[in-house]
C-alpha cells in the first residue's frame, strides 16, 4: 500500500521561507516521477513543481528561482524548499507519486498525500 505524507507547513511573512517535505512509502517501481501541487481556496489545482528518479526537474513559471524541488532517495523522501514567499503562494500544498514523465498534470499521478497548509501574510 502506497502512502504519502507531506509535512512543514505554517505561517510566514512575505520574504520568509519554508521548507516541505513528503515521504513516501509502498511505492514499488524504479521509475517514477514526484511532484508538488497546491490548491488555493475556490481555485484548481495547479503543478508546482516536479522530479524524477534521476533528478530531472520542472518548475511552474510562477515559483521559477525562488522554489527548489530535490529528494532523498535513502529516506524515500521529497522536499520542496520555498524562498522569497509571496501571499499569493498561499494555499493547501500537495505531494504525489506517478508517472515518470516529467509532467505537472495532476491527472497522471496515482497517488497523493493530504497536503500541508501554507499561509503567507502581506
Known amino acids: 500500500q502506497v502512502q504519502v505524507m507531506e509535512s512543514g507547513g505554517g505561517s510566514v511573512q512575505a520574504g520568509g521561507s519554508l521548507n516541505l517535505s513528503c515521504e513516501v512509502s509502498g511505492y514499488q517501481y524504479t521509475s517514477y516521477g514526484r511532484a508538488w501541487f497546491r490548491q488555493a481556496p475556490g481555485k484548481e489545482r495547479e503543478g508546482v513543481a516536479f522530479i524524477d528518479n534521476d533528478g530531472n526537474v520542472i518548475y511552474a513559471d510562477s515559483v521559477k528561482g525562488r522554489f527548489t524541488i530535490s529528494k532523498d532517495n535513502a529516506k524515500n523522501t521529497l522536499y520542496l524548499q520555498m524562498n522569497s514567499l509571496k501571499p499569493e503562494d498561499t494555499a493547501m500544498y500537495y505531494c504525489?507519486?506517478?508517472?515518470?514523465?516529467?509532467?505537472?498534470?495532476?491527472?497522471?499521478?496515482?497517488?497523493w498525500g493530504q497536503g500541508t497548509q501554507v499561509t503567507v501574510s502581506s
Open positions: 504525489a507519486t506517478g508517472d515518470w514523465r516529467p509532467t505537472l498534470d495532476a491527472t497522471r499521478y496515482d497517488f
